[in-house]
């Protein structure tokens, strides 16, 4: 109950849930969308899914503000690399978002827009985010590898926070590598799913890949997934952002 309230008390939390809830309506539509006796169900669920992604819009407006405010902070960042990746990310993220809202009064019926365009503008700023995103991510692990921050003696340290991937260490030796690695640094991982799974769908938006909405339904409620727990865990929320 208590990690419902912290993610209830939140926007970004709600954000989170609701996308969740978005994709996961994707993902079911699509395996539902062969079935002649479920097609008023698979209509349902498609109005449910652009229901929760316009509600998603509404929760974020003015949001492209707060974010291009924050990229004023990673200016004085001092490692350089980080500078540069947060910032670009946070001015690509702002913009996202900006377009976002313009999609938003559109679909209010509040201004005529051509939604193509402005969609195809949303998906290249958030491709370039996505990107960037993952350089960091990149970035990080390397200085991981080279700091070789591992601990003396790893299987304490599963078991510590973990105790449930102890079969898994045991009896599959070639995940203990990323069975140590989540553990000992689980904001970089859950950090890396995200943007891994992210990535893919603002490329299949735009026509790069031509992934089912099933696929990008099932990759959305992952991503939705690891950002939830970087809600609830402090520890899996990599810092800064």
């Not at 309230?5 to 939140?10: E, T, V």
Request: proline fraction near 4%; charge should be positive; include cysteine.
């Amino acid at each position: 109950m208590d990690q419902w309230m912290k993610i209830n008390a939140s926007t970004a939390g709600k954000d989170k849930i609701f996308r969740l809830l978005q994709y996961l309506s994707r993902f079911i539509w699509h395996n539902l969308e062969g079935r002649k006796n479920l097609r008023d169900a698979v209509a349902r669920l498609k109005i449910i899914e652009s229901a929760f992604s316009t509600f998603r819009k509404l929760l974020r407006l003015g949001k492209s503000i707060e974010v291009i405010y924050g990229a004023l902070k990673t200016l004085h960042l001092s490692d350089a690399v980080l500078r540069v990746l947060l910032t670009l990310s946070r001015i690509y993220q702002s913009l996202f978002l900006f377009v976002d809202h313009i999609i938003w009064i559109g679909r209010a019926g509040l201004l005529e827009i051509n939604r193509d365009k402005w969609t195809l503008y949303s998906n290249r700023f958030w491709l370039g985010a996505i990107i960037l995103n993952l350089m960091r991510d990149v970035y990080e692990i390397i200085t991981i590898m080279q700091k070789s921050a591992k601990c003396k003696n790893p299987l304490p340290c599963v078991y510590k926070n973990f105790p449930v991937v102890k079969t898994v260490y045991n009896l599959v030796p070639a995940s203990r590598p990323l069975v140590l690695f989540a553990e000992e640094h689980r904001d970089v991982f859950w950090d890396c799913i995200k943007n891994f799974c992210d990535f893919w769908i603002p490329l299949t938006s735009l026509g790069h890949t031509s992934l089912s909405p099933g696929m990008v339904g099932l990759l959305g409620s992952v991503s939705s997934l690891a950002g939830l727990v970087a809600i609830m865990d402090p520890l899996a929320k990599l810092a800064p952002t």
